[in-house]
């Protein structure tokens, strides 16, 4: 039988897009003070040049933070660390020291200042190539210089019985993938 179409206030349109792969972003200010925020809204944009896109409400204090420095990490959390990603996502770095918070671990980057964040399992260093309004949010662009991983999870894609991604379905809720990986084949 053929579905019934009912409309969505478009305020929750964004939400037919989630599930949405939910990073963490640690930065830091001109002073070298870090923060981390978590994002829902990341997306790749290019392939040479590595490249990705950000969607960050100008009135985020990590989105000054990055206007500051023009450098930022892209951390990938999993299921373990799900109430720190909640956490990040819900508190500001104005009031908070996340790190000290969530019990994270800041670790040295490659190439950029900001931390990486030990307790995810991959990590893209980046500096800002752009940034572009979009309603209530702008799209920041940021150039790759960096990528790792921790060993023995990825082997170009990742190995979903050794972790668990972090989604994020809308407001307090997540969800994760199943272990099981779907690969079609075409006839032609
Ligand atoms: C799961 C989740 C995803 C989020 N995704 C985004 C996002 O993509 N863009 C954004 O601007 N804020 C997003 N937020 C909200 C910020 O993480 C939140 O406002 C945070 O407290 C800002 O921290 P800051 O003020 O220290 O920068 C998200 C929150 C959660 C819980």
């Known amino acids: ?32 003070t870090p923060n981390i925020i978590t994002l829902a809204w990341c997306m790749p944009v290019s392939v040479k040049p590595p490249m990705l896109a950000l969607s960050i409400r100008p009135t985020r204090h990590s989105y000054k ?7 930022f990490v892209i951390n990938i959390p999993t299921m373990s660390i799900i109430k720190e990603t909640l956490f990040c996502g819900r508190r500001s770095g104005k009031q908070h020291d996340k790190f000290k918070e969530t019990g994270l671990t800041p670790l040295p980057a490659k190439i950029v200042k ?21 309603g209530d949010h702008d799209i920041l662009v940021g150039e790759i210089f960096a990528a790792y991983v921790n060993e023995g999870v990825f082997d170009k894609i990742y ?19 199943a272990p099981k990986v779907i690969r079609p084949q075409l006839e032609s």
Do not use: W
């Not at 933070?65 to 450098?71: D, N, R, W």
């Not at 900001?114 to 979009?134: G, N, R, V, Y």
């Not at 019985?161 to 993938?177: Q, R, S």
């Open 1 to 32: 039988m053929d579905a019934k179409k009912c409309d969505v206030d478009l305020t929750q349109a964004y939400r037919l897009l989630h599930p949405k792969h939910t990073v963490l972003l640690s930065c830091t200010d001109k002073k070298g």
């Open 65 to 71: 933070m990055i206007e500051e420095t023009k450098e």
């Open 114 to 134: 900001p931390p990486i964040i030990k307790e995810c399992i991959a990590h893209l260093e980046c500096k800002l190539h752009q940034k572009i309004p979009a």
């Open 159 to 177: 190995d979903l019985n050794k972790v668990k991604p972090i989604h994020h379905m809308g407001g307090d809720d997540f969800a994760t993938l």
